[in-house]
Protein backbone atom coordinates (compact mmCIF):
# COMPACT_ATOMS: atom_id res chain seq x y z
CA UNK A 1 0.00 0.00 0.00
CA UNK A 2 1.44 3.52 -1.17
CA UNK A 3 2.65 5.27 2.19
CA UNK A 4 2.77 9.09 2.80
CA UNK A 5 5.21 10.12 5.56
CA UNK A 6 5.88 8.91 8.56
CA UNK A 7 4.93 11.47 10.66
CA UNK A 8 1.64 10.57 12.16
CA UNK A 9 -1.61 12.44 10.58
CA UNK A 10 -4.20 13.40 13.12
CA UNK A 11 -7.82 13.90 12.09
CA UNK A 12 -9.56 12.97 15.34
CA UNK A 13 -9.61 16.70 16.80
CA UNK A 14 -13.48 15.92 17.63
CA UNK A 15 -11.97 13.37 20.25
CA UNK A 16 -9.41 15.72 21.67
CA UNK A 17 -6.97 18.55 19.73
CA UNK A 18 -3.37 19.41 20.80
CA UNK A 19 -3.19 21.72 23.77
CA UNK A 20 -2.02 24.94 22.46
CA UNK A 21 1.39 26.34 23.25
CA UNK A 22 0.32 29.18 25.71
CA UNK A 23 -2.00 27.19 27.25
CA UNK A 24 1.05 24.87 27.86
CA UNK A 25 3.38 27.46 28.92
CA UNK A 26 -0.11 29.25 31.54
CA UNK A 27 0.08 25.36 33.08
CA UNK A 28 3.00 24.62 33.59
CA UNK A 29 3.83 27.94 35.13
CA UNK A 30 0.81 27.65 37.67
CA UNK A 31 1.67 23.65 38.19
CA UNK A 32 4.98 25.66 40.03
CA UNK A 33 2.89 27.35 42.45
CA UNK A 34 0.81 26.56 45.72
CA UNK A 35 -2.41 27.98 46.72
CA UNK A 36 -6.03 26.68 47.29
CA UNK A 37 -8.27 29.47 45.97
CA UNK A 38 -10.64 28.81 49.14
CA UNK A 39 -7.88 29.57 51.57
CA UNK A 40 -7.75 32.80 53.48
CA UNK A 41 -4.22 32.99 53.23
CA UNK A 42 -1.97 35.00 50.50
CA UNK A 43 -1.19 31.80 48.60
CA UNK A 44 -4.86 31.06 48.64
CA UNK A 45 -6.03 34.59 47.84
CA UNK A 46 -3.00 34.75 44.76
CA UNK A 47 -4.87 31.04 43.20
CA UNK A 48 -7.75 32.67 44.19
CA UNK A 49 -7.21 35.39 41.89
CA UNK A 50 -6.23 33.56 38.94
CA UNK A 51 -9.37 31.34 39.24
CA UNK A 52 -11.10 34.56 38.57
CA UNK A 53 -9.20 36.59 36.37
CA UNK A 54 -9.62 32.92 34.57
CA UNK A 55 -13.50 32.97 34.99
CA UNK A 56 -13.84 36.57 33.77
CA UNK A 57 -11.85 35.62 30.46
CA UNK A 58 -14.03 32.49 30.01
CA UNK A 59 -17.29 34.61 30.69
CA UNK A 60 -16.04 37.31 27.94
CA UNK A 61 -15.14 34.36 25.16
CA UNK A 62 -18.51 32.66 25.91
CA UNK A 63 -20.89 35.69 26.54
CA UNK A 64 -21.52 35.31 29.94
CA UNK A 65 -20.66 36.91 33.12
CA UNK A 66 -18.34 35.78 35.43
CA UNK A 67 -20.64 34.73 38.14
CA UNK A 68 -22.43 32.57 35.58
CA UNK A 69 -19.73 29.87 35.11
CA UNK A 70 -19.49 27.12 37.42
CA UNK A 71 -16.35 25.26 36.83
CA UNK A 72 -16.46 21.64 36.58
CA UNK A 73 -13.89 18.75 35.50
CA UNK A 74 -15.17 18.70 31.79
CA UNK A 75 -18.23 18.39 29.63
CA UNK A 76 -19.18 14.79 31.26
CA UNK A 77 -19.95 16.39 34.23
CA UNK A 78 -21.15 19.42 32.98
CA UNK A 79 -23.82 17.61 31.48
CA UNK A 80 -24.70 15.60 34.32
CA UNK A 81 -24.73 18.50 36.34
CA UNK A 82 -27.19 20.35 34.24
CA UNK A 83 -29.43 17.76 32.77
CA UNK A 84 -30.03 15.99 36.66
CA UNK A 85 -29.78 18.97 38.62
CA UNK A 86 -32.17 20.96 36.25
CA UNK A 87 -34.43 17.91 36.24
CA UNK A 88 -34.39 17.46 40.20
CA UNK A 89 -34.19 21.26 40.79
CA UNK A 90 -37.76 21.56 39.13
CA UNK A 91 -39.25 17.91 40.13
CA UNK A 92 -38.25 19.60 43.98
CA UNK A 93 -39.19 23.22 43.14
CA UNK A 94 -42.12 25.01 40.67
CA UNK A 95 -42.86 21.80 38.77
CA UNK A 96 -46.19 20.00 40.01
CA UNK A 97 -46.08 17.41 42.76
CA UNK A 98 -46.45 13.99 42.37
CA UNK A 99 -46.77 14.39 38.61
CA UNK A 100 -44.04 12.40 36.49
CA UNK A 101 -41.85 15.27 35.01
CA UNK A 102 -40.72 15.00 31.30
CA UNK A 103 -37.16 15.49 30.13
CA UNK A 104 -37.10 16.28 26.86
CA UNK A 105 -33.87 15.59 24.28
CA UNK A 106 -32.96 14.61 21.30
CA UNK A 107 -31.74 11.14 19.76
CA UNK A 108 -28.37 12.54 18.44
CA UNK A 109 -26.90 13.33 22.00
CA UNK A 110 -23.60 12.95 23.37
CA UNK A 111 -23.85 9.73 26.05
CA UNK A 112 -23.10 12.31 29.02
CA UNK A 113 -26.62 13.98 28.14
CA UNK A 114 -27.99 10.86 26.55
CA UNK A 115 -27.23 8.34 29.62
CA UNK A 116 -27.89 11.12 31.85
CA UNK A 117 -31.66 11.06 30.59
CA UNK A 118 -31.97 6.91 30.80
CA UNK A 119 -30.92 6.99 34.13
CA UNK A 120 -33.18 9.65 35.38
CA UNK A 121 -36.19 7.40 33.79
CA UNK A 122 -34.80 4.32 34.99
CA UNK A 123 -34.11 5.44 38.03
CA UNK A 124 -35.44 8.60 39.19
CA UNK A 125 -39.12 8.34 37.37
CA UNK A 126 -38.47 10.73 34.59
CA UNK A 127 -40.02 10.34 31.55
CA UNK A 128 -37.96 10.89 28.56
CA UNK A 129 -38.73 12.63 25.44
CA UNK A 130 -36.78 11.49 22.65
CA UNK A 131 -36.92 14.42 20.03
CA UNK A 132 -36.31 13.21 16.49
CA UNK A 133 -33.87 14.50 13.42
CA UNK A 134 -33.92 15.05 10.36
CA UNK A 135 -31.60 12.67 7.85
CA UNK A 136 -29.29 15.97 8.28
CA UNK A 137 -29.25 14.94 12.11
CA UNK A 138 -31.10 18.55 12.84
CA UNK A 139 -34.14 19.03 15.33
CA UNK A 140 -36.69 21.00 14.12
CA UNK A 141 -37.65 23.91 16.63
CA UNK A 142 -41.71 22.51 15.74
CA UNK A 143 -40.62 19.52 16.95
CA UNK A 144 -39.71 20.54 20.40
CA UNK A 145 -43.00 22.68 20.23
CA UNK A 146 -45.17 20.09 19.77
CA UNK A 147 -43.64 18.21 22.41
CA UNK A 148 -44.26 21.22 24.80
CA UNK A 149 -48.15 21.90 24.20
CA UNK A 150 -49.67 18.89 26.22
CA UNK A 151 -48.74 19.57 30.05
CA UNK A 152 -45.66 22.07 29.67
CA UNK A 153 -45.69 22.59 33.86
CA UNK A 154 -44.75 19.09 34.06
CA UNK A 155 -41.35 19.02 31.58
CA UNK A 156 -38.51 19.51 33.83
CA UNK A 157 -35.77 20.42 31.40
CA UNK A 158 -34.88 21.09 27.26
CA UNK A 159 -31.44 19.77 26.54
CA UNK A 160 -30.46 19.92 22.49
CA UNK A 161 -26.54 19.89 21.97
CA UNK A 162 -25.14 22.97 20.13
CA UNK A 163 -23.56 21.05 17.54
CA UNK A 164 -23.18 16.99 17.43
CA UNK A 165 -19.90 15.33 17.62
CA UNK A 166 -20.37 12.79 15.35
CA UNK A 167 -21.29 14.23 12.05
CA UNK A 168 -21.23 18.20 12.61
CA UNK A 169 -24.92 18.84 12.48
CA UNK A 170 -25.44 22.51 14.05
CA UNK A 171 -29.01 22.78 15.65
CA UNK A 172 -30.34 26.24 15.53
CA UNK A 173 -30.00 26.82 19.20
CA UNK A 174 -31.22 30.00 19.65
CA UNK A 175 -34.86 29.13 18.62
CA UNK A 176 -35.44 26.26 20.19
CA UNK A 177 -34.03 28.16 23.56
CA UNK A 178 -36.83 30.84 22.95
CA UNK A 179 -39.23 27.69 22.12
CA UNK A 180 -38.59 26.41 25.32
CA UNK A 181 -38.99 29.59 26.87
CA UNK A 182 -42.15 30.17 25.47
CA UNK A 183 -43.03 27.25 28.00
CA UNK A 184 -41.54 28.08 30.92
CA UNK A 185 -38.99 25.54 30.51
CA UNK A 186 -35.39 25.52 31.08
CA UNK A 187 -33.26 24.98 28.08
CA UNK A 188 -29.70 23.53 27.89
CA UNK A 189 -26.94 22.83 25.10
CA UNK A 190 -23.80 21.07 25.32
CA UNK A 191 -21.79 23.60 23.34
CA UNK A 192 -18.82 21.32 23.40
CA UNK A 193 -17.83 20.92 20.17
CA UNK A 194 -19.64 24.03 19.06
CA UNK A 195 -16.69 26.03 21.12
CA UNK A 196 -13.72 25.49 19.08
CA UNK A 197 -15.32 26.43 15.61
CA UNK A 198 -18.32 28.61 16.42
CA UNK A 199 -18.83 31.94 17.52
CA UNK A 200 -20.75 30.50 21.11
CA UNK A 201 -22.65 33.23 22.93
CA UNK A 202 -24.28 32.57 25.80
CA UNK A 203 -26.73 35.18 26.50
CA UNK A 204 -27.31 35.42 22.57
CA UNK A 205 -28.08 31.68 22.26
CA UNK A 206 -31.12 32.30 25.33
CA UNK A 207 -30.28 29.25 26.92
CA UNK A 208 -30.38 28.65 30.90
CA UNK A 209 -27.60 26.30 30.89
CA UNK A 210 -24.20 25.49 28.70
CA UNK A 211 -22.05 23.02 28.85
CA UNK A 212 -18.17 23.63 27.66
CA UNK A 213 -15.04 22.06 28.10
CA UNK A 214 -11.26 22.27 27.85
CA UNK A 215 -9.44 20.00 25.77
CA UNK A 216 -11.55 20.56 22.65
CA UNK A 217 -10.38 24.19 22.17
CA UNK A 218 -6.34 23.57 23.16
CA UNK A 219 -6.96 24.03 26.69
CA UNK A 220 -6.31 20.74 29.32
CA UNK A 221 -8.58 17.84 29.53
CA UNK A 222 -10.25 17.41 33.01
CA UNK A 223 -11.82 20.94 33.31
CA UNK A 224 -14.79 22.04 31.85
CA UNK A 225 -17.73 24.65 32.94
CA UNK A 226 -21.39 24.44 33.19
CA UNK A 227 -22.25 27.97 32.35
CA UNK A 228 -25.88 29.03 34.19
CA UNK A 229 -28.03 31.87 34.57
CA UNK A 230 -28.16 32.96 38.03
CA UNK A 231 -31.72 32.15 38.08
CA UNK A 232 -31.34 28.75 37.17
CA UNK A 233 -30.33 26.43 40.65
CA UNK A 234 -29.48 23.13 39.51
CA UNK A 235 -29.58 20.73 42.48
CA UNK A 236 -25.91 19.72 43.02
CA UNK A 237 -24.67 16.04 42.06
CA UNK A 238 -21.81 16.47 44.52
CA UNK A 239 -21.78 17.70 47.81
CA UNK A 240 -18.58 19.15 49.81
CA UNK A 241 -16.91 21.87 50.26
CA UNK A 242 -19.46 24.32 48.58
CA UNK A 243 -17.90 25.85 46.59
CA UNK A 244 -19.06 27.46 42.99
CA UNK A 245 -21.95 28.72 44.29
CA UNK A 246 -22.44 25.43 46.35
CA UNK A 247 -23.48 24.24 43.16
CA UNK A 248 -20.17 22.06 41.99
CA UNK A 249 -18.26 21.14 45.64
CA UNK A 250 -14.42 20.65 44.81
CA UNK A 251 -11.19 22.17 45.28
CA UNK A 252 -11.11 24.23 41.88
CA UNK A 253 -7.98 23.11 39.48
CA UNK A 254 -6.28 26.33 39.60
CA UNK A 255 -3.59 25.33 36.93
CA UNK A 256 -6.11 23.26 34.37
CA UNK A 257 -8.69 26.30 34.90
CA UNK A 258 -5.97 28.79 33.65
CA UNK A 259 -5.25 26.84 30.90
CA UNK A 260 -8.37 26.78 29.66
CA UNK A 261 -8.86 30.54 30.04
CA UNK A 262 -5.67 31.10 27.96
CA UNK A 263 -7.16 28.23 25.59
CA UNK A 264 -10.27 29.77 24.72
CA UNK A 265 -9.26 33.51 24.51
CA UNK A 266 -7.21 32.39 21.92
CA UNK A 267 -8.96 29.99 20.23
CA UNK A 268 -11.43 33.21 19.93
CA UNK A 269 -9.45 35.58 19.01
CA UNK A 270 -8.81 34.01 15.87
CA UNK A 271 -11.98 31.62 15.25
CA UNK A 272 -13.29 33.65 12.38
CA UNK A 273 -10.36 33.17 9.91
CA UNK A 274 -9.76 29.62 11.40
CA UNK A 275 -13.44 28.42 10.92
CA UNK A 276 -12.96 29.80 7.03
CA UNK A 277 -9.80 27.80 7.09
CA UNK A 278 -10.93 24.92 8.43
CA UNK A 279 -13.92 24.82 5.76
CA UNK A 280 -11.70 25.08 2.98
CA UNK A 281 -9.43 21.93 3.83
CA UNK A 282 -12.20 20.21 4.63
CA UNK A 283 -14.23 20.66 1.31
CA UNK A 284 -11.08 19.20 0.05
CA UNK A 285 -10.72 16.56 2.11
CA UNK A 286 -14.37 15.84 0.79
CA UNK A 287 -13.45 16.25 -2.52
CA UNK A 288 -10.21 14.21 -2.31
CA UNK A 289 -12.19 11.00 -0.68
CA UNK A 290 -15.31 11.25 -3.17
CA UNK A 291 -12.57 11.09 -5.94
CA UNK A 292 -10.54 8.15 -4.75
CA UNK A 293 -13.83 6.51 -3.50
CA UNK A 294 -17.02 7.76 -5.26
CA UNK A 295 -19.85 5.65 -3.71
CA UNK A 296 -18.89 6.98 -0.40
CA UNK A 297 -21.56 9.01 1.27
CA UNK A 298 -21.11 12.15 3.54
CA UNK A 299 -23.30 12.11 6.56
CA UNK A 300 -25.03 15.15 8.17
CA UNK A 301 -26.09 18.20 6.42
CA UNK A 302 -24.02 20.01 3.35
CA UNK A 303 -20.73 21.88 3.85
CA UNK A 304 -22.14 25.15 5.15
CA UNK A 305 -23.10 27.07 7.98
CA UNK A 306 -25.49 23.80 9.26
CA UNK A 307 -22.37 21.80 9.42
CA UNK A 308 -18.98 22.38 11.96
CA UNK A 309 -16.19 23.51 9.69
CA UNK A 310 -13.80 20.91 10.51
CA UNK A 311 -16.30 17.85 10.35
CA UNK A 312 -16.45 15.56 7.51
CA UNK A 313 -18.40 11.88 8.18
CA UNK A 314 -18.77 9.17 6.00
CA UNK A 315 -19.88 6.11 5.12
CA UNK A 316 -18.38 3.45 3.31
CA UNK A 317 -20.39 0.96 1.61
CA UNK A 318 -19.46 -2.70 1.88
CA UNK A 319 -16.76 -2.08 5.22
CA UNK A 320 -16.62 -2.29 8.68
CA UNK A 321 -15.64 1.52 10.07
CA UNK A 322 -13.36 -0.71 12.63
CA UNK A 323 -11.77 -2.70 10.29
CA UNK A 324 -10.92 1.32 7.93
CA UNK A 325 -9.83 2.84 11.37
CA UNK A 326 -7.64 -0.22 12.00
CA UNK A 327 -6.44 -0.01 8.27
CA UNK A 328 -5.72 3.80 8.31
CA UNK A 329 -3.85 3.55 11.67
CA UNK A 330 -1.63 1.06 10.40
CA UNK A 331 -1.05 4.17 7.65
CA UNK A 332 -0.05 6.24 10.43
CA UNK A 333 -4.05 8.10 10.23
CA UNK A 334 -5.53 8.73 13.20
CA UNK A 335 -9.34 9.21 12.65
CA UNK A 336 -12.61 7.37 14.48
CA UNK A 337 -15.57 5.42 13.70
CA UNK A 338 -17.94 8.17 16.34
CA UNK A 339 -17.35 9.66 19.39
CA UNK A 340 -14.17 8.83 21.09
CA UNK A 341 -16.26 7.78 24.02
CA UNK A 342 -17.38 5.23 22.15
CA UNK A 343 -15.40 4.04 20.16
CA UNK A 344 -13.83 0.38 20.86
CA UNK A 345 -17.40 -0.94 21.87
CA UNK A 346 -18.71 -2.18 18.00
CA UNK A 347 -22.09 -0.86 17.38
CA UNK A 348 -23.23 1.01 15.15
CA UNK A 349 -23.71 4.92 15.84
CA UNK A 350 -26.91 5.77 17.22
CA UNK A 351 -26.09 9.23 15.77
CA UNK A 352 -26.72 7.79 12.03
CA UNK A 353 -29.42 5.40 13.45
CA UNK A 354 -31.76 8.53 14.51
CA UNK A 355 -31.34 9.73 11.28
CA UNK A 356 -32.47 7.08 9.42
CA UNK A 357 -29.52 5.16 8.25
CA UNK A 358 -29.34 1.51 8.47
CA UNK A 359 -27.50 -0.85 10.60
CA UNK A 360 -24.51 -1.32 7.84
CA UNK A 361 -24.21 2.10 6.88
CA UNK A 362 -24.18 2.78 10.10
CA UNK A 363 -21.66 0.46 11.12
CA UNK A 364 -19.51 1.59 7.77
CA UNK A 365 -18.57 4.84 8.76
CA UNK A 366 -15.85 7.00 9.64
CA UNK A 367 -15.48 10.68 11.34
CA UNK A 368 -12.44 12.90 10.37
CA UNK A 369 -12.13 16.02 12.52
CA UNK A 370 -9.77 19.03 12.03
CA UNK A 371 -8.66 21.41 14.05
CA UNK A 372 -6.03 24.08 14.94
CA UNK A 373 -3.26 21.95 13.72
CA UNK A 374 -4.18 20.67 10.58
CA UNK A 375 -2.71 21.07 7.28
CA UNK A 376 -3.46 20.23 3.63
CA UNK A 377 -0.71 17.87 4.15
CA UNK A 378 -2.88 15.80 6.42
CA UNK A 379 -5.76 15.87 4.01
CA UNK A 380 -3.27 14.87 1.36
CA UNK A 381 -2.08 12.24 3.32
CA UNK A 382 -5.87 11.09 3.93
CA UNK A 383 -6.51 11.59 0.02
CA UNK A 384 -3.75 9.07 -0.89
CA UNK A 385 -4.41 6.22 0.64
CA UNK A 386 -8.34 6.00 1.78
CA UNK A 387 -8.98 4.32 -1.83
CA UNK A 388 -7.02 1.40 -1.15
CA UNK A 389 -7.99 0.97 2.10
CA UNK A 390 -11.32 0.99 1.09
CA UNK A 391 -10.97 -1.73 -1.17
CA UNK A 392 -8.70 -3.97 1.40
CA UNK A 393 -11.82 -3.61 3.61
CA UNK A 394 -14.13 -4.52 1.34
CA UNK A 395 -12.25 -7.70 0.70
CA UNK A 396 -12.14 -8.79 4.40
CA UNK A 397 -15.80 -7.66 4.82
CA UNK A 398 -16.88 -10.09 1.86
C1 LIG B 1 -20.66 16.81 22.44
C2 LIG B 1 -19.83 16.34 23.59
N1 LIG B 1 -20.29 16.48 24.83
C3 LIG B 1 -19.59 16.08 25.90
C4 LIG B 1 -18.36 15.50 25.76
C5 LIG B 1 -17.61 15.07 26.99
O1 LIG B 1 -16.67 16.04 27.36
P1 LIG B 1 -15.44 15.63 28.31
O2 LIG B 1 -14.54 14.76 27.49
O3 LIG B 1 -14.81 16.94 28.66
O4 LIG B 1 -16.00 14.94 29.49
C6 LIG B 1 -17.83 15.31 24.47
C7 LIG B 1 -16.51 14.63 24.28
O5 LIG B 1 -16.30 13.96 23.29
C8 LIG B 1 -18.58 15.75 23.35
O6 LIG B 1 -18.12 15.61 22.11
Redesign the pocket.
Known amino acids: MSSYSADPVYLDH ?2 TTPMRPEAIAAMTEELGRLGNPSSLHAAGRRARRVVEESREQLAEVFGARPSEVIFTS ?3 EA ?1 NLAVKGLYWARREGSGPRGKRHRVLTTSVE ?1 H ?1 VLDSVRWLEEAQGAEAVWLAVGADGAVRPDALRAALTQAPEQVAVASV ?1 WAN ?1 EVGTVQPVSELAAVAHEYGVPFHT ?1 A ?2 AAAQLPVDFAASGADALTV ?1 G ?1 KLGGPVGV ?1 ALILTRAAAPVPVQHGGGQERDIRSGTLDTPAIRAFAVAAAACAGQRADEAERLAGLRDELVRQVLAAVPDAVLNGPPPGPGRLPGNAHFSFPGCEGDALLMLLDANGIACSTG ?3 TAGVAEPSHVLLAMGADNARARGSLRFSLGHTSTKRDVDALGLVIGEVVDRARRAAR
Do not use: E, K, R
Request: net charge negative.
Open positions: AAGGTDHAMNDVQTHGSAC
